[in-house]
Every structure is written in structure tokens, then in C-alpha cells.
């Protein structure tokens, strides 16, 4: 009896102390994010007193920022197996450098200035070299075939033109015959110019809800810009992150540690073996590509 009372006592204290290292190091974690965006921010505002800020410019500073917190990084990951412990430091890295990029948005003001002058410089960039006698070969096109297609090419030229009200005009028509309109995938580019003319229109509302029947999760940074963009306008801060995004996100890692639990059983060894190298290979691939990395420059 005492045994036993002895054994529960010790399996007590043991998920104690599970629980306060797994708080311990959620609240560490958050604190080096954190950390780390001031920092990537502070880069940022560096580079655009040194230079015209550029699209590489996010993961220059990256790079560099990435040097001062790897340690802590990797400090989090609570794994024996070396091989196990890379392939999650690749995970956090991946994960971070996706996030902070619409993250980012909320803190840093000079990173929000930035990706909103791109978007409207390309926007006045496309408007140029639209002529309003374009027009009337689409308006022959609808008449001829007034389809999904259609409607959505004139639906283009019109918001080139700056006719905001006709262009959404003929994105609803396009939704409408399109056969497809209840998948958002086949609808995708129709949604994401219906979204862009809402923000030029003040609907932030409506841009936002668009954005997030979009966004499709597994790091859809796209989406997850243009929506946080829109939020930023609408006077939204980082205290109210799409839950979408977050849902999203949740799922991924649920995924994730799924297979993590697969991975540890050993009826289908070879077949998860052989699954991690792959993925293992895509990760690092693409985190190479980011810190431009080249093997042969070590031989």
C-alpha cells in the first residue's frame, strides 16, 4: 500500500514538473519572439535609412537577426535524438520566418509603410499602361461570351482604369455564372481583386472577411499579409490576430506532432524513415535558399 501511495506520490511531482517546464519555456519562447521582432524591425529601419527598401530586404534582416537568437531557438527543442533535435530546429526556423512576416505588420511601422507603397506603386505601375480605349475590345468579348472569364478579364482592365464600382460590378457577374464559385480555390485571383478593390474602397470589413474564406493554412503568407494589411488599416493591432490565421495554424501543428507520434512507433519504420528524409530535405533546401547557403563552398 505504501508502495503504491509512493509511486503516485513520485508520478505526481513528475507531471508537475512536466507542466512547469513546458510553461517555463512557452513563456521563453515568447519572450525571444518578441525580442526578435523588435530586432528584425530595427534592421529594417536601418536598411531604409541606408537604402530604398526592396522585397529582399525582409530576409536580409532575417538572416542577420536570425545569428543573435539561433541558440535560443534551438535552447526550446527538448529532443535526444540529434537528428530528431535538427529536423525541429528547421521546423521553428520555417515557422518563424513565415510568421513574422505578417506579425511584423502590427509592430513595425516602417515594414507596414513599406509593403503597402509596393502593392499601390504596382498598382499605379499596371495603370499606366491601360488605355480606357481598351475597353471596347472587352466589351465585344462579354457580349460575344459572357462567361466567368469574361467578365473577370474586363473586371481587371476596369479596376487598371480606377472604375472601382464596375470592376467589382463584373467580379460578382464572373462569380456568378462561374460553375465553380463554391470553391474558393478555382475562385482564388476572382476573391483577391474583389478583396483589393474593398480596401480601396474603405470596406475593410468586407476585405477582411474575404481574406480569411481564403486563407487555406500550411503557411499561406500571402493571404496572411494582405489580411493583416487590411486589419492595420482598419486601425486593427496584434492584440487581435485573425483567429483564422491562428486556427489555421493550430491545425498545422496538431499535424505535425502527429507525426512525430507515428514516427516514434516502430511498426512502419522504414516508410516514416524514409517519409522524415524528404522532408527533412525540403526544409533544409529551403532554409538554404534563405541564408543562400551553398555546400560546395565548404568542400
Known amino acids: ?21 513546458l510553461s517555463v519555456n512557452g513563456i521563453y519562447a515568447q519572450s525571444y519572439k518578441a525580442a526578435f521582432k523588435d530586432d528584425m524591425c530595427h534592421c529594417i529601419e536601418q536598411e531604409n ?17 536570425l545569428t543573435k537568437y539561433a541558440a535560443q531557438i534551438d535552447a526550446q527543442i527538448v529532443e535526444e535524438d540529434p537528428n530528431h533535435k535538427f529536423y525541429k530546429g528547421q521546423l521553428a526556423r520555417k515557422e518563424l520566418v513565415l510568421a513574422l512576416e505578417y506579425e511584423l505588420i502590427y509592430s513595425c511601422n516602417t515594414y ?16 499606366e499602361h491601360t488605355k480606357e ?8 468579348q462579354v457580349a460575344l461570351t459572357p462567361n466567368s472569364i469574361s467578365y473577370f478579364m474586363r473586371a481587371q482592365l476596369q479596376f487598371k482604369l480606377g472604375n472601382l464600382q464596375e470592376a467589382a460590378a463584373d467580379i460578382n457577374r464572373s462569380l456568378d455564372v462561374n460553375p465553380y464559385k463554391a470553391n474558393v480555390k ?11 478593390i474593398y480596401e480601396e474602397q474603405n470596406k475593410f470589413t468586407d476585405a477582411i472577411a474575404i481574406y480569411d474564406q481564403l486563407y487555406s493554412g500550411d503557411f499561406d503568407t500571402k493571404i496572411a499579409v494582405l489580411r493583416a494589411l487590411a486589419h492595420k488599416k482598419s486601425g486593427g493591432t496584434s492584440a487581435s490576430v485573425p483567429n483564422v490565421i491562428k486556427t489555421n495554424e493550430s491545425t498545422n501543428d ?6 512525430g507520434r507515428r514516427s516514434a512507433t516502430g511498426t512502419v519504420k522504414t516508410k516514416v524513415t524514409s517519409e522524415q528524409v524528404i522532408e527533412k530535405k525540403k526544409d533544409t533546401s529551403s532554409l ?12
Open 1 to 21: 500500500m505504501k508502495r503504491s501511495r509512493l509511486y503516485f506520490t513520485i508520478q505526481q511531482f513528475s507531471l508537475m514538473v512536466c507542466f512547469f517546464l
Open 49 to 65: 535609412l541606408k537604402r530604398r527598401l526592396t522585397e529582399n530586404t525582409y530576409k536580409t534582416c532575417f538572416r542577420e537577426t
Open 112 to 127: 507596414f509603410e513599406f509593403l503597402e507603397s509596393l502593392r499601390v506603386s504596382k498598382m499605379f505601375i499596371a495603370r
Open 133 to 140: 480605349t481598351d475597353l471596347e475590345a472587352y466589351n465585344q
Open 186 to 196: 478555382s475562385t482564388r485571383n476572382e476573391l483577391l481583386l474583389l478583396a483589393w
Open 254 to 259: 496538431n499535424k505535425n506532432s502527429a507525426r
Open 288 to 299: 538554404k535558399k534563405l541564408f543562400k547557403i551553398d555546400n560546395k563552398k565548404g568542400n
